[in-house]
């Protein structure tokens, strides 16, 4: 990679501590774009499909139930393929931020292709959402993930600078997906767009875009101080990636790791596929601006609390511990929505419990899986990032494809029933008439959109209504406590100081025995 030697691709962070313009450009700012495009895919991009191109039907169900799957197994395939890339990959610039300018580019491109799905028969149809829904995620976006989670682990082996990378790093994600993407977007963006597709185009492309020029910013505001350190601790790259996954999954810490992100993204990921539904038809009523802010606002409060709390917590008490009773009241706070899921007071309430609990999972994750593999590589004396990041991307995108699987096939067997769309009220009336439907509102109180078109939400069967608050309220119940069992047995903070010396003792010696060979 020649023009990774240019000046002009170089990072502007020369130190060798972390700096404040590493930390709010490279860490909180830079990321934005890119999660932001995210975090809008995850909550609304099935909406899309089954609202906006009405897919619930297609081919029976089969085609929402299964295209997701398919398509995360082959995400799963990239993850692996970037992964021993990544490790492979020697530049002035590090091994994974020469990808992440790559990523700049490419992820604005295939997110425009998301929603530009042409007016067409259902094959066409069909065949432009699995290549675009591939050309994004599992090829634009896993370059951009990869490389961006690998970030906080490679940028210091400071724990205190790399803690704080991480809060930084999470910051951002919480800003996306916690104030803008729930607050703003149910309660002013989504009753403008409604199920017109056009505008759905237009605010996708806007919202791609911005993802270029702060993408180019996490690049040159971040550094790779790990990687820079002595060559003999890069040995792990020329290993097979058979034998790469048998050390990862011989480390008991690694396999606790792994486990726990497993379970957790079961829960989340759920909770996110039936976040819009949840508040459209069993808190709320169709894009009424107000239910999902909300919620959103009340469980989302103790997230800003979190940048002020969650760090010195940590380092007093450990990070596992903090976790460990966060996830308790997270069990809690999801039961309690579960048990009066149709209370928005109480529901409020539970949110509220739920996410203050779940702030040290959210802060300082991250860090945590950088403590394990500085524990791997004292262990081994290797170090595997690219691999055992793959890992961790191939279950975070094997469960998006799973759930949404499930959620969809589950949806379509309990008779889920997309909006309509009408010109009048007349014809809406005479449309649920003909199909035996009811509509959530009553039809005089609707207000059609600026160009005169009504978007009516039908009633949902309750079979329906308890698909969805199982997915965003109750399954949490259960994932809540696994966690708090898994994480009793990650006990990995306990001896890493002294394991950290000696990595750098090691590196010290191996560094001084290269220059007596040279000038030999």
């Not at 990072?11 to 709010?24: L, M, P, Y």
Request: charged share 15%; with cysteine.
């Amino acid at each position: 990679m020649k023009l990774m030697n240019s000046p002009l691709v170089a990072s502007r962070i020369k130190s060798e501590t972390v700096t404040k313009s590493e930390k709010w450009l490279g860490y909180l700012l830079g990321p934005a774009g890119a999660l932001l495009l995210n975090a809008v895919l995850a909550t609304y991009l099935n909406v899309y499909y089954t609202d906006v191109l009405n897919l619930t039907p297609l081919w029976n169900g089969v085609f929402l139930t299964v295209f997701p799957i398919v398509s995360k197994i082959i995400d799963a395939i990239t993850n692996v393929v970037m992964g021993q890339v990544i490790d492979r990959t020697k530049t002035k610039e590090g091994k994974a931020r020469p990808w992440l300018l790559l990523s700049a580019f490419l992820v604005p491109v295939t997110g425009i292709l998301l929603f530009t799905v042409p007016e067409s028969n259902d094959t066409v149809k069909a065949l432009w959402v699995m290549l675009s829904y591939n050309l994004f995620y599992s090829f634009a976006y896993t370059i951009f993930n990869m490389s961006h989670n690998l970030m906080v682990p490679l940028s210091t082996r400071d724990g205190t600078a790399r803690g704080g990378l991480s809060v930084f790093n999470q910051i951002t994600t919480i800003m996306m997906s916690g104030i803008l993407v729930a607050l703003v977007f149910p309660m002013v963006i989504m009753p403008m767009i409604g199920v017109d597709k056009s505008k759905w185009i237009t605010l996708m492309t806007i919202l791609s875009i911005i993802a270029l020029p702060l993408t180019l910013l996490e690049y040159y505001f971040t550094k790779e101080r790990v990687t820079q350190e002595a060559a003999a601790a890069e040995e792990g790259d020329k290993l097979p990636f058979v034998k790469q996954l048998k050390i990862l999954f011989t480390d008991k810490y690694m396999i606790l790791m792994y486990v726990y992100f497993f379970v957790y993204n079961v829960g989340v990921t759920l909770k996110n596929l039936g976040l819009v539904y949840y508040c459209n038809y069993v808190l709320g009523t169709y894009n009424d601006g107000i239910t999902q802010m909300l919620v959103s606002v009340i469980g989302g409060i103790p997230m800003g609390i979190g940048i002020f709390a969650v760090w010195p917590l940590a380092k007093k008490f450990g990070k596992r511990n903090v976790t460990m009773v966060g996830f308790i009241l997270y069990a809690v706070g999801s039961l309690i929505c579960w048990l009066f899921a149709h209370n928005l007071v109480i529901v409020l309430i539970g949110q509220f419990i739920k996410n203050i609990g779940g702030l040290p999972c959210a802060y300082v994750f991250m860090a945590l899986f950088a403590d394990c593999l500085d524990h791997l590589e004292w262990k081994t004396d290797l170090r595997m990032d690219g691999a055992a990041m793959s890992i961790y991307n191939i279950i975070a995108v094997a469960m998006v494809g799973i759930m949404t699987g499930v959620f969809n096939w589950l949806l379509a067997k309990a008779g889920y029933l997309a909006p309509i769309t009408a010109s009048s009220t007349a014809d809406a009336a005479a449309t649920l008439a003909q199909n035996g439907w009811a509509s959530q509102v009553a039809l005089e109180n609707l207000k059609p959109a600026a160009d005169g078109v009504l978007t009516v939400a039908i009633q949902q069967p309750s079979a329906v209504t308890s698909v969805i608050s199982f997915a965003f309220v109750g399954l949490e119940v259960f994932t809540g406590i696994a966690l708090v069992a898994i994480l009793f047995f990650l006990n990995v903070e306990k001896n890493l100081p002294q394991e950290q010396a000696e990595i750098k003792a090691r590196h010290e010696a191996n560094g001084a025995a290269l220059t007596e060979g040279e000038e030999a």
